[in-house]
């Protein structure tokens, strides 16, 4: 088995702050994704990664960037907070790219002052 | 547009209960998966299914082989523990690698 440990577990920030969220697997995955979840709604792509250095953007990429540093950890910042935004941000991995299972981490809440 | 629409939004239940959720696909999928996110939120995985039926414990997932273009989840005997918000997520059999989910039936099951 493996694990997929995302950090931090909470962030709080402040409008206008760059913010970074980190991703670790080790289940060896090539893909990786980063998905924002708001409250009481369903989960929507913002980048992922097909292997290292690579960089693909979903519906949400804007106002995120993102960073596949090794095949282990996928980063995404958030430029630039907006006021009152709250979400939580899932780390994703899975093994290739095509009809492969997902695998979540725990999330990083994210409240912005 | 939206690829994946799951209902109902929202379903009570009494322990003891059968029920089906269901996710519809405006576009020939390639794969379906089942998450069940906790109160916590933690997604835990449930099912792939890339056709054909899986069945676990009392859980069983279907996906329309023939169309692929919905796929259902029964519970059986509801316990108290299914509790939670049920997520099904779908690759497009045609172009890009992107996996959409939909907005999530939240379950309740009552004593």
């Known amino acids: 088995g493996g694990i997929i440990t995302q950090t931090p577990k909470f962030l709080i920030g402040q409008e206008g702050q760059k913010l970074t969220l980190k991703c670790q697997q080790n289940?060896?995955?090539?893909?990786m994704y980063w998905y924002r979840q708001d409250s009481g709604k369903g989960l929507r792509l913002i980048y992922y990664?097909?292997?290292?250095?690579?960089?693909q953007k979903g519906d949400l990429s804007e106002g995120y960037d993102a960073s596949r540093e090794k095949k282990s950890s996928f980063s995404l910042t958030v430029t630039s907070a907006q006021k009152n935004e709250m979400a939580v941000f899932l780390c994703?991995?899975?093994?290739?790219?095509?009809?492969?299972?997902?695998?979540f981490g725990h999330g990083t809440k994210l409240s912005v002052l | 547009g939206d690829q994946v629409e799951q209902s109902p939004s929202a379903l009570s239940l009494h322990e003891g209960t059968d029920s089906a959720l269901r996710c519809n696909f405006t576009?020939?999928?390639?794969?379906v998966q089942w998450f069940r996110q906790n109160s916590r939120g933690s997604l835990i995985s449930l099912f792939y299914?890339?056709?054909?039926t899986k069945e676990n414990g009392r859980l069983k997932s279907a996906f329309d082989s023939k169309e692929r273009r919905y796929s259902t989840l029964h519970i059986r005997d509801a316990q108290l523990e299914d509790s939670g918000t049920y997520f099904c997520?779908?690759?497009?059999?045609?172009?890009?690698?992107?996996?959409?989910f939909g907005a999530g039936t939240k379950l309740t099951i009552k004593p």
């Open positions: 289940f060896n995955h090539d893909t």
């Open positions: 299914l890339a056709s054909g």
């Open positions: 576009t020939t999928m390639r794969s």
């Open positions: 997520a779908a690759e497009a059999y045609y172009g890009n690698e992107k996996i959409t």
């Open positions: 994703a991995s899975s093994m290739g790219t095509y009809n492969e299972r997902l695998f």
């Open positions: 990664s097909i292997t290292e250095n690579d960089l």
